[in-house]
């Protein structure tokens, strides 16, 4: 299973800076930061993450599970052989060796025949060799490809939903990836916020120190000044360490050491915005349908597994009725023309039978049962899947309107930044002119920097709603070129 991003030349780069970042993380030696992209993290959650990696295994083993099954319709091979000495001394010596070969060949037809050929090979004092052949063909129970070939049909069934596993575990781990690296931008843009917040509050405390020196104020405007800076310079501290623990949030979502030097670069919010596309209501219930994994997995094992088990019960219930031919030749007991493999041919040790055998269950509530509980099993399955159906449409039409909601928000949060930038700045000026006291200054702070906290909040709700509609659609990894090859 291989994972690529095509159609683009700048994939080539990416492609090296992942080359280098890999080597870098397995010398342990490197000593400064490894700065990288959003696309390139993307890039490496798709080869490097533990949940992606544990689905390509699981695909192996259903592979080989599939193979097995298929295999069951090979024939099969067996041999076996032995050889035995005896020596006797009692009145006499007696003194007798004897060797076998037995070889087989087995083969089961999807009709269920079973078709078997073997070979004995005795040899002591004379070489006696024998073939036979045995088929069984039920007529009843256990006839037909569709009861022979349930597991190997179910097979087929899970190495599609393990294909499906995949893509829906790459799905979520770019998603994942995205709204991670979308915290951390949050993060560092609210330190830049906070870091304008202590700058202000600093120039307040400042210019009260003038105002207080000068006469202009009171000495006890000082401590409401000097408040509101300690305030802003603990959010500051508190924000620090809410970027690192979003760092290593980042870095769990990749899938890598979190002792791993990183730095990871800014992304620019308005293009992201625009790499994505808002379908309408119904066209997003309707690829909310089509493409979301789980439902296209429930659906398989409904239409197979769940219904090949009552299939099966049912054939369970019925009479057996098996046709047994047996045909033989060889296998003598003397010497002479009839010993060696002239027997096998001669005519002289010959054998044939064809009979029939059945068996009739009388009140046999096992098995009703058992065909009572796969009805059962298959009708709730049927109901769970019209459950889920609904549930995927209620989902995509709350992400469709939270991208509505998420975009009147940020259109709201902008305006109210701007206006409160404009009420600040009018603010300080009356403060400098002695027309509003120190608290009301700080009310206008506050407000500036809730005023930007919040743009920045809905900035990036609004992508995250984006990209979570895009998860819900299916097409996360088309929206980001991730192509996956089997």
Not at 275 to 282: H, W
Not at 308 to 321: G, Y
């Amino acid at each position: 299973m291989t994972f690529t991003f095509l159609h683009r030349t700048k994939w080539f780069f990416i492609y090296s800076s992942i080359f280098s970042f890999a080597l870098f993380i397995s010398s342990g030696q490197g000593k400064k930061p490894i700065q990288l992209s959003l696309n390139e993290a993307i890039f490496l959650a798709v080869r490097s993450n533990p949940n992606v990696r544990s689905a390509q295994l699981s695909y192996i083993a259903q592979k080989f599970n599939l193979y097995v099954q298929e295999w069951q319709f090979y024939p099969h091979y067996a041999f076996q052989a032995s050889a035995a000495f005896s020596n006797t001394n009692k009145d006499e010596h007696h003194g007798e060796h004897n060797y076998n070969v037995q070889p087989t060949v087995s083969l089961l037809t999807p009709l269920g025949t079973q078709m078997t050929l073997a070979s004995t090979n005795p040899h002591s004092r004379h070489y006696n060799p024998g073939l036979s052949l045995q088929i069984v063909q039920p007529l009843m129970r256990g006839f037909g490809r569709a009861v022979v070939e349930t597991a190997l049909n179910n097979a087929k069934d899970s190495e599609v939903i393990s294909c499906l596993n995949i893509e829906g575990t790459l799905r979520s781990t770019v998603s994942s990836v995205i709204e991670a690296y979308l915290n951390v931008v949050s993060a560092e843009r609210t330190i830049i916020n906070d870091e304008d917040a202590v700058r202000r509050t600093e120039q307040s405390v400042a210019q009260t120190k003038l105002f207080i020196k000068a006469g202009r104020k009171a000495g006890n405007e000082l401590v409401t000044v000097e408040a509101n800076a300690a305030s802003a310079k603990a959010q500051l501290e508190n924000d620090k360490n809410n970027r690192d623990q979003a760092r290593y949030a980042l870095l769990s979502a990749i899938g890598i050491d979190p002792n791993t030097p990183v730095i990871f670069s800014s992304i620019n919010t308005k293009n992201l915005i625009h790499k994505y596309q808002l379908p309408s209501l119904a066209e997003t219930k309707r690829l909310a349908l089509e493409n979301d994994i789980q439902y296209q997995m429930d659906q398989i094992t409904l239409h197979g597994s769940t219904k090949r088990s009552l299939l099966v019960e049912e054939d369970n219930a019925r009479w057996q009725l098996n046709l047994t031919a047996n045909a033989a030749t060889g296998s003598g007991s003397s010497g002479g023309r009839y010993a060696g493999i002239n027997s096998l041919y001669n005519g002289v040790n010959q054998a044939q039978s064809v009979g029939f055998s059945l068996q009739i269950p009388i009140d046999d509530q096992l098995s009703k049962q058992a065909v009572v509980n796969a009805k059962i099993a298959l009708k709730q399955a049927e109901l769970a899947l019209q459950q889920e159906k609904w549930n995927k449409e209620t989902s995509a039409i709350n992400g469709w309107n939270s991208v509505l909601s998420a975009e009147r928000a940020l259109r709201f949060a902008e305006d109210a930044e701007n206006l409160q930038e404009k009420t600040y700045s009018v603010s300080f000026q009356k403060y400098l002119h002695g027309l509003i006291d120190s608290l009301e200054l700080q009310t206008a702070q506050l407000q500036l920097t809730q005023a930007k906290q919040t743009s920045l909040s809905a900035q990036i709700n609004y992508v995250k709603a984006l990209v979570n509609l895009d998860l819900l659609i299916g097409h996360t990894l088309k929206t980001w070129d991730v192509k996956v090859r089997l």
